[in-house]
């Protein structure tokens, strides 16, 4: 069924403000992580991960309930490696112990965006603890190697159109694949811990070749050491994501633009928010030098 939210009257955005700046401050102390790339990425993914089990056929799943603090859904085969993400928030949450898991993981990957250089993303809390027996089941998140049919029919699943799908993809200009993760190999050519629309201009211009990697599957390699899973790759062979994926390659404030807007809605899927509740925008750290 629908979820309501309801917002900690108790709260203004000077405490929401805090636990942002307590994220931002260990992604910047844990510097080291995944060599040297840090936590921002994966903090991306497990925001997206917790709002991506969204099914608007029939009101299940989506970040509001915070079911990714269970086994079911953290060992979900799709979210390997997102542990490392829950445990960096662990210490989070023992400190703002009032905050809901739903607002933790989706504020984590607003701050990881904003942290990363990346445009303000507007955020909403309100999200409420469910038990464990509402965790959807596993399987809800999408399979890298779909082509583009696939892809579009995936995001039709949420209610994106074209454009929310493309710019959503396009934080893949953060982090890499990790063979032992996903069974990807993402060479370090472009990882990356600074948002921007590279990945966009790497899909368009690099020298693309499909080979085997270690794990015996199919991905896209160039010669400079960056890499596209057949998922990314999709984007280039339908007219219509082409058509965006040059814009974004050619426009990073658009790409800034439409992606804020469609993350927002991403986080948010599922969630009936009251009329009245205005979001906050946070400030980045250097901001509040
Ligand atoms: C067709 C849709 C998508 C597919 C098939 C897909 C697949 C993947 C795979 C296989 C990985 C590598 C995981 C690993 O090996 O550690 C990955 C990483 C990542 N994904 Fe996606 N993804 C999709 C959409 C998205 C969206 C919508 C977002 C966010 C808005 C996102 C954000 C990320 C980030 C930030 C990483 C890097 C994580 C890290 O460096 O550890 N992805 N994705
Ligand atoms: O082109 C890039 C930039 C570095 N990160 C990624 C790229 C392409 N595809 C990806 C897919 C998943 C995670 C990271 C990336």
Request: charged share 25%; proline share 5%.
């Amino acid at each position: 069924g629908l979820n309501v939210a309801i917002p900690n009257k108790s709260k203004s955005i000077k405490d929401y403000q805090n636990v942002y700046n307590d994220i931002a401050e260990k992604i910047r102390e844990e510097d080291e992580f995944d060599n040297y790339i840090g936590y921002g990425p994966i903090l991306v993914r497990i925001a997206w991960h917790s709002s991506g089990t969204f099914d608007k056929n029939n009101m299940t799943g989506g970040s509001f309930g915070g079911t990714m603090r269970f086994k079911k859904e953290i060992n979900d085969p799709s979210n390997a490696g997102l542990k490392q993400a829950d445990e960096f928030l662990a210490p989070i949450y023992k400190k703002h112990s009032w905050i809901s898991h739903g607002d933790l993981y989706t504020l984590a990957g607003v701050t990881a965006v904003q942290e990363a250089q990346g445009p303000k993303i507007p955020w909403r809390p309100g999200r409420v603890d469910q038990p464990e027996n509402t965790t959807p089941e596993n399987g809800r998140l999408p399979d890298a190697t779909g082509d583009s049919s696939y892809v579009r029919n995936y995001f039709g699943r949420f209610g994106f159109n074209d454009t929310e799908i493309v710019a959503l993809i396009g934080a893949h200009c953060l982090g890499k694949t990790h063979l032992e993760n996903s069974g990807f190999e993402g060479p370090w050519g472009a990882a990356s811990n600074v948002f921007s629309n590279e990945f966009f201009v790497n899909l368009l211009n690099e020298n693309w070749k499909l080979q085997k990697n270690a794990a015996g599957n199919e991905q896209y390699d160039s010669p400079k050491g960056y890499m596209m899973l057949p998922a990314d790759f999709a984007l280039r062979q339908d007219n219509k994501f082409l058509k965006l994926v040059k814009a974004y390659a050619n426009d990073q404030d658009l790409f800034f633009n439409d992606f804020a807007k469609a993350y927002v809605k991403l986080l948010e899927s599922g969630i009936h928010f009251p009329a009245d509740q205005k979001p906050f925008i946070f400030k980045t750290l250097d901001e509040q030098e």
